[in-house]
């Protein structure tokens, strides 16, 4: 039997040395340590052997195993190796090549819109100031001199997430956390662009939209700056030819309050 084992290790040895791939590698483990391969078929003779020569067999046998399972091992790394070789070589980039050309899209028009506000107030001496969209009912309403209760409240359909949380129905939001982050009560004068949400049910409007307000506090301010300013904005935005009109208006967080009528830029002062 030992002569047996001896043929099994010079032949399976020859033949995994030459074996040209992956395929016929694992077609000789097969045929040498599978199952029913050659060196397992051994061990299952060794019941004709005595107590004497089974322990030498056995021993044997799992020393030639050993040597086969680590050729084979060496085999498949070298198969794996090279098949990583060939693939990198497929794949190479040719660095010299010139690149495609990059298709770019453009900027949204309301990111257009905002950003050329933001320019024209930060023109004017204004810092642009962000807040969190997620909102707190405090800094959304209350703060701003909206309580619990209070019939302003029903203009505004919000949408809330818990009933301490909002999306913010408006940006004046923002100003007041400004005002209450100023601990050292210096001038203020900010913009608080950004986007708001409101639930409506007219297919016109979406429950989405944007928003840009403005808060100065410092001495010697009046309406006369407020109006200059609009002038300012109004005529930048839509027109060297626009005309503003001031009518008196009610908001819970501002006295006195205004609401602000502009000319149409298509068809000027004829429905003013």
Do not use: W
């Not at 391969?37 to 056995?58: F, H, K």
């Not at 060496?74 to 090279?82: D, M, N």
């Not at 660095?95 to 949204?108: D, Y």
């Amino acid at each position: 039997m030992k002569e047996q084992i001896e043929a099994i290790r010079k032949n399976a040895t020859e033949e995994i040395s030459n074996v040209k791939d992956a395929k016929e590698l694992n077609d000789l483990k097969v045929k040498y340590l599978g199952k029913k391969g050659e060196l397992t078929a051994v061990l299952r003779g060794m019941g004709a052997l005595t107590a004497e020569e089974r322990p030498i067999i056995g021993s044997l046998v799992n020393v030639v195993r050993d040597e086969l399972e680590k050729l084979i091992e060496e085999k498949e790394t070298a198969f794996k190796s090279a098949e990583m070789e060939e693939k990198l070589a497929k794949e190479k980039i040719d660095i010299t090549l010139p690149s495609n050309k990059v298709k770019r899209g453009s900027k949204h028009p309301l990111n257009r819109i905002i950003e050329e506000v933001e320019d024209l107030f930060v023109s004017m001496g204004y810092d642009v100031v962000d807040g969190p969209e997620l909102e707190t009912d405090e800094y959304c309403f209350e703060r701003l001199n909206l309580p619990q209760g209070h019939p302003a409240r029903d203009m505004q359909d919000s949408f809330y997430v818990t009933p301490e949380y909002l999306l913010r129905t408006q940006t004046s939001a923002v100003q007041a956390h400004v005002m209450m982050e100023n601990e050292e009560k210096t001038p203020v004068r900010v913009i608080c662009p950004g986007k708001v949400y409101r639930r409506d049910d007219d297919a016109t409007h979406s429950h989405q939209f944007a928003q840009v307000e403005g808060l100065v506090i410092d001495k010697d301010i009046s309406l006369a700056d407020l109006k200059g300013t609009l002038e300012v904005f109004m005529k930048k935005m839509l027109g060297e030819k626009t005309q503003l009109r001031f009518r008196p208006s009610y908001f819970p967080f501002t006295e006195p309050s205004y609401e602000v009528d502009v000319t149409c830029f298509k068809c000027s002062r004829k429905r003013m």
